[in-house]
């Protein structure tokens, strides 16, 4: 199982999962939490939509975050045995997961639509967990702009996933040249 959270997100919030056979390996896609950080700073000046613009940039783009899709991609290539599956997450399954899963599916050659689909369907899964933010967010009368803030970090949306797919394409241009 590889845990792509960062190593305070991992130490604040392990995993409970403790099964025999199983190894855990975490593989950070960024340094420090990034995305809880800028999800809830204080001292943000862009709006959420801004924010994640810019770390869905930093998912595709940050040196760091290549290293761990470098090794990650080792260990599915290593992963030859019948009956061995390798599991991988974040903590929403939306951005850091994302973007492994962008790139996996995309390395099998499965179609960007069916791809996308696969993405956008993060919205479907964590539903209840978003109506169930956005209520605590209400009860605690946030303004407008927190609750699209918090609409931003939450949801899949397809101007993320062209981010993810336009980087992702310059760079592998760039890597042939």
Do not use: W
Not at 58 to 66: A, I, M, N
Not at 79 to 107: E, M, P, W
């Amino acid at each position: 199982m590889i845990d792509l959270r960062s190593v305070d997100e991992v130490q604040n919030d392990p995993d409970n999962i403790q099964i025999a056979g199983i190894n855990y390996v975490n593989i950070p896609i960024f340094k420090l939490s990034e995305t809880d950080a800028a999800h809830h700073s204080q001292n943000r000046v862009k709006s959420g939509y801004q924010q994640m613009m810019i770390e869905y940039t930093e998912l595709v783009t940050s040196e760091f975050s290549q290293r761990a899709y470098r090794q990650i991609f080792d260990i599915f290539l290593a992963n030859s045995a019948a009956g061995q599956s390798v599991l991988y997450h974040c903590l929403g399954g939306k951005d850091r997961t994302g973007i492994v899963s962008l790139l996996f599916l995309g390395a099998l050659g499965v179609n960007q639509d069916q791809i996308f689909a696969d993405y956008y369907y993060t919205n479907f899964v964590s539903c209840k967990i978003i109506k169930q933010a956005f209520t605590e967010a209400k009860a605690h009368q946030a303004s407008r702009q927190a609750l699209l803030d918090l609409e931003s970090f939450m949801t899949a949306k397809k101007t993320y996933f062209d981010r993810m797919m336009i980087l992702s394409l310059k760079l592998a241009v760039l890597s042939h040249i």
